[in-house]
């Protein structure tokens, strides 16, 4: 389902190309392909060797460089940002890439993530006397650079790197060099591919099949990789790490058709899909996925249970361009714009109706309510992942306790409330065994379970206090 | 697909609501389900019982209303209309609802369809004075009512009616009254629903889903419906008539939540894939559709195989919004925007890809090589309808017979040039029967199917000429 | 003052140019000289000698024109258009050139002026069967034209000249000419003039300075020239034809480097200013005019009294793009946006006050009310014109007489409602004096006098009705 | 004439209120009657007490508030720019107010004015590891406030006024107060008016008549004033100040409805016509003043020398909109925009023509040809200010000594090369005596005249260097 709909924002799209005479046109379409990470602002900084460039603004991409702003940058690297706003608000400051002029020199800046110890920096570098031109997280890595000691730009950046604390994968740009960094967990995804001679980063390897690259390898936590005219010089700015990758990737944010840590997506969510069919089965006359992020585990779902999968709600390809409501009145009538049940199929039949995940309920219920008005008979819901009861501070828009309804209700308590027939969540097992342990030698086989157990990685800094009053608050646990 | 990609092309939808008192919302978001039908120019005709306003412009339909342009509308009843131009061009005196201002009265006309002897009226309305504001063939109706020699409306447009030829769905707004009639073929669809005592009309009946409306029944061929203070009152305006829906609509066009002639589009769609599995079986790994409009027939073709169906092409939803397209260069290099492969699922499979139709081949040619470059072993493609071998002149754009590969090449050239393992088309016989006959003691049950075998249900007045001289080009027969 | 303030308006500006490989161009920048005579809309069309494109929109000519339009328009014939609505609402179906396409030619129309007769022919054309598509008089032509029963377009276009009563300057395009015509009074003003071996048609002179042309001769009354590619040929409508140019474009809506009949604009108002001193004296400091239209007689009126001239109101220049505007509140605070009166100039000061006509008088009060407010001693408003009594029909904005103030009441009255000390108006023998009889022969050497003396040199047709009406509802006479 | 025109350009205008509940609608208005002092952004920021808002763009200031910006503004204070680019270039992020957000309060920042040092400031406070938002020079005051070492707001604001040098009327806001300050020569004029109990501040007085306030009395050198609950608090960052004004404010900038110091402008333009006509008189038949700002003078000198003053040139008002230029062959041809010569006017006249400055001396000569062309017997130019031979550092945009033409030739020199038949200059005696020494006991009577003779009031800083170089570079001294 779309953003707005389910409550779960993917936080960003980084990607960047390095030694490509057509730099700006592939980072455009590279970034067209992780649109899906970020429609709220969109921005592209590009570097001739001389200086650095940029153009960015709210909205989608697309509407973002309607007016031929592509057409006036030139250069050979070039680095993009798709935004959702996890930190920061929703203003043309907070678009990425950030752009930074200093006297001799550029900085172009692009983040995919969230750092936990933003609020902590921030206020130490505004006493002593730094001025921030956003309320974004990301500026803080600018400054902490701004003010390193040494007179070497890659020994301040390591030091920068080394003290915010968090989920990051940074795309850089000077006039001399792109430099990705992804933090000591590997929270967020990002990988590096190739085009003839030049190299591209993206944060899903979907982007590489669209600009026609080869993957190269993935950015391993604590990596600081640099591309200049050299070509790709890989460095650490730290060795103790971890595989902690973000499930709700695999769950939920990437596209199917990328691979992260070498899993695809469609094929590990076909899996959730599979297995869940064999921890929850039912007996029932169809299965249908919410579209689009469920697709993939209701047909695993349906091949396991033997059922016939079908298309019983549709969604309208249309929604993401219209600013208009309907009035309460018109709502109270049944208008609805975003996802339609088809009466025609589901009408007098035993539906099986699978999602990836339950965010605050409303959304499922809403779902539920499409499909009994439709006619079907029975409506049972199975979710592809486990009850989210734990937020995400590395990234995702979850930061809410209060707002998860799992946190709060038992599994038959939500059942009742989305008013469904049956309800059953896949095991924190089952996900793992679907996803496929990456790194088998890892915890949990590399990924962050967080968001289900509360097994958090690292540390939560500036959270910390906050998470703690969240857990008391909480009616359960 | 796409409407871009393809090249086959929906004319028009319409919507209509008579009683309501939010009549231009709902109206709005009705056509807002009808999106798919045309996505070059939308607009919107209310009256308040005294005058007709309306709006109108290029482009997509929340585009048009952007500006709080809505607001500015008010009455209880409208008509509105989503364009894609089948006849006349991308300009804006041929965006619909077209509305004319009489000394006492207005009159605002949409029409879905498109007529076969417009050229003819037209030249013959010229030569008597008549100045027409667009090149659209709609117009015509309008003047042939102008020029009717009955003091009552409602016999000027019987004989109206009773002048033009071809295929038409008209919605038609009065201060009075809203006016519906279809062509004695009823080859494009067109039902009447009921939100509490308001009525609606819609060209597919997932407007109706998406405001709320219960279906009430189809408008049948020849039938002139108006709906005004008194309700709901039937009329014809000729009898001899016969039922020749378009099957393209059911293979291609229509919303899968649509009900055509009582037969749901995605079960018709299905029950072509499991035709399809049946008539062409191929030792396979999985099956994979063209979305969207294929999906529904590979998940058929998939449970009838037995095979695994699996997302293997995954399409950009942002693609509609970008106008900014990849250089030649950049194309050679693989720079591909609206539909990419999926390694990790097809890398190493024997594939069978299912598409709704084939039109000029150039499509098919590039989906078959992105599987190839994602690693497929072997690509079977499977057609879930016949050969198109003839072009439609009732309101689908493919009105040139040497642009059709199928009226050009066997089956066997056609699988060289789009370089598939293999190649089938459904039968004729399989396509009547997947669709279900919806009235059995028609002709191909009451659908049109002379695209694939040149059975035109009607004469083809100023496109007869043009017709014959295609056939003798053609290579074929 | 700008139209916006006065509550007077022309109605249009025409521009033509035949014969030269940038028309489109010079047309804009013709067309630009006369923004002055039309700020609602504006458009340009333009033949290649195949056939006739076109772009128009409401708006400034510059805003009409801001996206590159102009570089889409391509040949050596264009005419162009800048439109105030007289007649017709404020919508885009009204804005001109309009542009007709027909079977195997196309018509190009541009229209300055207002038909009176231009009901009833609608009406006679409509029950004929006709649809217009605007509410503009200006489509009229184009039916009559179209109905005519020649083979031969100048015989029809010559007939419907003769059909049409009241003001007009139009020019008209086709693919092989370029034609202008005059209606039979000469009201409205129109030239021509030449660059090199092109032929240019305009509103005013003003455009020829502007484009670089020579100044050839001016349009008469009744004649229907024509421009094709043997050159210009001079032709009449009709013969039976006088003199009776609006004298309003000589007060106030020419602009002052226009000429008119061969008299400058300037220079006849300036004269307005010096025969006004003469007639009506004041003892005073100080003489200063309203901005725009009433400098030049200003200075003549501080010439001729022996007064200093001074600048005591400001015109805010950009005045004219914005659309907020002050709560009444904040009016009431005293926020004013067009005009300000200059303390440091007008303090203690007897000021004569000279404004080119008062149409309401509540312009006059309110400037009268600033002037006080700066601390002006004394405030003598002078008009460089008779009292407005009665209303224009060909082609000026003043049609109702209920809104003249002069038609009303006394100029004792008028001064005490606008508080000024006195108040004194030019004679009527005083005006024509001052334009000089362009035509000495005919009535009031030529110019219609018909707003300061209901001495119309044409039937009122459609208006007399109307008319005779509100002369029995004035109060005075 | 207009700032496009000539090549001289003001740097921008200030405005501000505090107390007043539509404290962001009386910024607008006061903004709209500064537009004349920068066309390319405006912003607003407004304060509720609690947290500052603001919206800014480049533009005029209609097109930046078009679409209801200013109804989300909201509060009892606010302040307001409009810009044109002195120091940085032509991007948003240069546009004013600048808004910074720190942890626990914001602040906004208005700057009419050039700093001189700003170069060397900015580089002391990057290397100590400020990062900076835009390249403005403006942006350097909040950076040496946010590095202030005592805790109270205000006493760091004086310390950093004392560290910039140069040009400057600052308006300032934060939650709690508004705050205006003006550098120790006072080179820019900043006036305090009161509407009611509410405060406000303007870089002329003409605002203050628009806005419905009363004068109170100017800034003075030195001063910085806080506006807060309890009204408002005159205070001085330093005390050693001089009165310096720009005479250009008086010669072309200033509105002439403006009082600078006390002088009302076209008053103080009136006795430049006056003095000049006096010290250089001409045999002629008329006076004519390029429009707009050189009108006043052109009024004086046709009084004092008994001709006639007469509109020979008209200024096109819609020019400021059109972005389409002539091609060079259109301009060749005689195209022209922005001027015409009447020549209904000056035809076989000997002409006068009065303008404020030359600059480059091209705008100049292209009038004295308008003129020529028009029918001009004789042109003899008359400059009401001496000739322009050194840069302005304190916030006009006269940077370049090579492009004064006055540095590097004669009078006699410039005559010939602008084509005139006499070209004579006020002298600086004449200049100072028409402006009236305001403050009688200071040097020139407290005007800066060093454009004229290069008599600096301060010390250059960062442009000392390329200043000295320039005067060898001459040619003339």
């Not at 997280?137 to 000691?149: F, K, M, N, P, Y």
């Not at 430099?179 to 990002?190: H, Q, V």
């Not at 026609?212 to 990596?223: C, H, I, S």
Request: with cysteine; hydrophobic share 40%; proline share 3%.
């Amino acid at each position: 389902m779309s953003a707005e709909i389910k409550g779960l924002n993917e936080e960003c799209g980084v990607f960047g190309i390095w030694g490509h005479h057509e730099a700006p046109s592939v980072t455009y379409f590279g970034l067209h392909s992780l649109q899906h990470r970020g429609q709220e602002g969109a921005g592209i900084c590009v570097t001739d060797g001389e200086k650095i460039d940029g153009h960015r603004n709210l909205g989608l991409l697309a509407d973002v460089f309607k007016n031929g702003e592509l057409d006036q940058l030139h250069g050979d690297g070039a680095i993009g940002h798709v935004r959702y706003a996890t930190a920061g608000g929703k203003t043309l400051s907070n678009v990425q890439p950030m752009l930074f002029h200093f006297q001799d020199s550029s900085l172009a800046l692009a983040h995919n993530g969230n750092l936990i110890n933003a609020r902590t920096l921030r206020r130490k570098l505004e006493r002593e006397g730094a001025i921030f031109q956003s309320s974004s997280d990301t500026e803080v890595l600018a400054h902490l650079i701004q003010r390193g000691i040494s007179d070497d730009f890659y020994d301040n950046l390591k030091a920068a790197l080394c003290q915010v604390k968090g989920g990051f994968a940074y795309v850089l740009l000077t006039e001399d060099a792109m430099i990705c960094a992804l933090d000591p967990s590997g929270f967020r995804p990002l990988s590096i591919g190739k085009i003839g001679d030049a190299y591209v980063v993206a944060s899903e390897t979907c982007a590489f099949d669209v600009v026609g690259a080869e993957f190269v390898r993935d950015v391993e936590p604590g990596e600081m990789i640099v591309f200049d005219k050299d070509g790709m010089h890989i460095d650490h700015y730290r060795t103790d790490t971890q595989h902690a990758i973000c499930s709700m990737e695999y769950v939920y944010f990437a596209r199917p058709d990328s691979n992260i840590a070498g899993v695809n997506v469609h094929t590990a969510r076909k899996r959730m899909g599979v297995s869940l069919a064999q921890e929850a089965p039912v007996e029932a006359d169809m299965v249908i996925g919410v579209p689009d992020s469920s697709i993939s585990a209701a047909i695993g779902y349906a091949e396991e249970a033997q059922l016939p999968y079908e298309l019983g709600l549709i969604k309208n390809r249309y929604v993401a361009r219209t600013f208009i409501q309907p009035s309460q009145e018109l709502r109270e009538q049944g208008v609805k714009m975003k996802l339609s049940a088809v009466s025609g199929v589901v009408k007098g039949k035993r539906v099986v109706m699978i999602d990836d995940s339950i965010v605050r309920g409303t959304t499922s219920k809403r779902i539920v309510k499409l499909l009994r008005e439709a006619g079907a008979a029975e409506v049972h819901v199975r979710i592809a992942s486990p009850p989210l009861k734990y937020p995400c501070f590395y990234g995702i828009d979850i930061q809410t306790r209060r707002e998860l309804i799992a946190a709060n209700y038992t599994v038959a308590e939500i059942c009742e409330q989305i008013g469904a027939d049956s309800l059953e969540y896949l095991s924190c097992d089952g996900l793992v065994e679907a996803i496929g342990r990456p790194f088998p030698a890892e915890k949990y086989g590399g990924i962050t379970m967080a968001y289900f157990n509360g097994d958090y990685p690292t540390g939560l800094y500036d959270y910390e206090q906050e998470y703690l009053e969240s857990l008391e608050e909480s009616s359960l646990r």
